[in-house]
């Protein structure tokens, strides 16, 4: 599975091409993946590591186009899409209860000393975010990375805004504890 064009164009997916693919309509459904596939990875990774992520995304396009006929359109599909991803990441960690950091690949290249030193900063702030609670990584990781709005994240997760905010705080501090804690 290719997972390398950015989507920087974030144009909500038509509702006409959603009922087409809940249809049945195979160029409507690749045109659902080939517009989110990569968002979806990326969530998946930092929810849980790169490891797991490609067949957790597949996983997730596999249960959203079998439930495709079940999307209401009271939300964009987007959002509803990443609370498919999201459940599947959590359900998947839950399976296989692990809190611990996943070991980093980084294939051997040369690079300019800034790089591996922001490389490096990537990767403890990478290894600190897989130490949250998956619950407060998600919402971080649906804040952050995929720049989606408090109203979005509670649509996305099931929960209120206002505890949207609170657990994003949360969040923050842990994550600031965790990264001095590693510095010291």
């Keep these: 599975m290719e997972h390398r064009s950015e989507c ?12 087409a693919g809940a249809g049945g309509d195979r160029a409507a459904l690749r045109q659902i993946y ?9 969530l998946m990774v930092r929810m849980v590591g790169q490891q797991d992520a490609d067949d957790l995304t597949q996983q997730t ?20 899409l990443y609370r498919l991803a999201t459940n599947e990441a ?11 950091t996943k070991e980093l690949v980084v294939e051997p290249t040369v690079r300019q000393t800034d790089h591996v ?3 490096e900063r990537a ?17 971080f990781t649906l804040k952050e990375e995929s720049g989606l709005s408090y109203q979005e994240i509670a649509a996305t ?18 994550l600031r504890r965790l990264i ?4 010291e």
């Design 8 to 19: 920087n164009d974030r144009e909500p997916i038509a509702d006409a091409t959603v009922r």
């Design 34 to 42: 080939e517009a989110t596939a990569d968002r979806v990875f990326r």
């Design 61 to 80: 396009f596999v249960r959203a186009f079998t439930k495709l006929d079940q999307f209401s359109g009271e939300s964009k599909f987007e959002t509803w």
């Design 90 to 100: 959590l359900q998947h960690l839950r399976r296989e209860q692990h809190r611990r």
């Design 117 to 119: 030193e922001q490389d």
């Design 123 to 139: 990767a403890m702030v990478r290894q600190t975010l897989n130490q949250l609670d998956p619950e407060l990584r998600a919402i």
């Design 157 to 174: 997760l099931g929960i209120p805004e206002g505890t949207v905010g609170s657990r994003l705080n949360r969040a923050r501090r842990e």
């Design 180 to 183: 001095e804690e590693s510095g």
